[in-house]
């Protein structure tokens, strides 16, 4: 599950769970994108989001063991097709956000945990204690779009091809050089710390929401036609 807090203009989206994975399930996708619904429908001029999380994973993809709970083969691909509606539902939410957006990962980020963090504006990391790592390759499953279309508006060249072709584990230093998130921070804390800081500061700019969102779309164009996601007419203001 998640829960969102709001600290004036910013929304934390916490990551919570007993076993500290946060693996993608129903549940947990239904309460994610609930919860950006809601940072959506009270956001502000000014408004920031950060993802954060507790325990040794960011988000470690999938909930397979959901998956293969299933009584028969043809119901195991129909719970993982499910959850790939979800993960795109949920890319989706996050490119519509009328607001900055800062993944804290401060633990393992694998699979669709990787395009968890990757659907935010600013990706910052754990130096130590954390890595990116897409399985996908050593598991043997192809990654359909729009993932792929993510992947391509957000990481350029030979950093696209190592983190989806060699089944790396990178680790924050290697992240940052890569160019894959914008800082590495020591610890846990320190990254949430850094999350919410980059979030206030970018706050502070009292952006336009939609405007900040029609900007967004305009960046990753081929996305967005991919998730069907139309542009909304915006009055230019009086300058």
């Not at 919570?16 to 956001?43: D, M, V, W």
């Not at 940052?176 to 320190?190: F, I, P, R």
Request: proline share 3%; with cysteine.
């Amino acid at each position: 599950m998640c829960s969102l807090e709001k600290r004036g203009n910013l929304f934390i989206l916490i990551l919570t769970g007993q076993n500290g994975e946060h693996r993608l399930n129903p549940n947990l996708f239904s309460s994610i994108i609930s919860a950006l619904s809601r940072a959506k429908a009270e956001s502000t001029r000014g408004s920031a989001l950060v993802t954060v999380s507790h325990g040794k994973f960011f988000c470690n993809g999938f909930d397979l063991d959901w998956v293969n709970a299933a009584g028969s083969d043809e119901e195991t691909q129909q719970r993982f097709n499910l959850l790939l509606d979800y993960l795109k539902q949920l890319v989706l939410a996050f490119i519509s956000l009328p607001m900055p957006t800062i993944a804290a990962v401060n633990g393992h980020a694998a699979a669709g945990g990787v395009v968890l963090a990757l659907c935010h504006d600013y990706v910052l990391m754990r130096r130590y204690r954390s890595v990116l790592y897409m399985i996908d390759l050593d598991l043997g499953i192809k990654i359909p779009e729009p993932f792929m279309a993510l992947f391509r508006a957000k990481i350029s060249g030979s950093a696209r091809r190592d983190l989806l072709l060699r089944g790396l584990k990178i680790k924050g230093e290697e992240a940052l050089k890569m160019g894959l998130v914008e800082a590495v921070y020591d610890g846990e804390e320190e990254v949430t710390n850094a999350g919410i800081k980059m979030a206030d500061d970018l706050a502070k700019r009292t952006w336009h929401g939609e405007v900040y969102a029609e900007i967004r779309k305009g960046l990753y164009s081929e996305l967005c036609d991919i998730l069907g996601i139309a542009s909304i007419p915006i009055a230019t203001p009086k300058l």
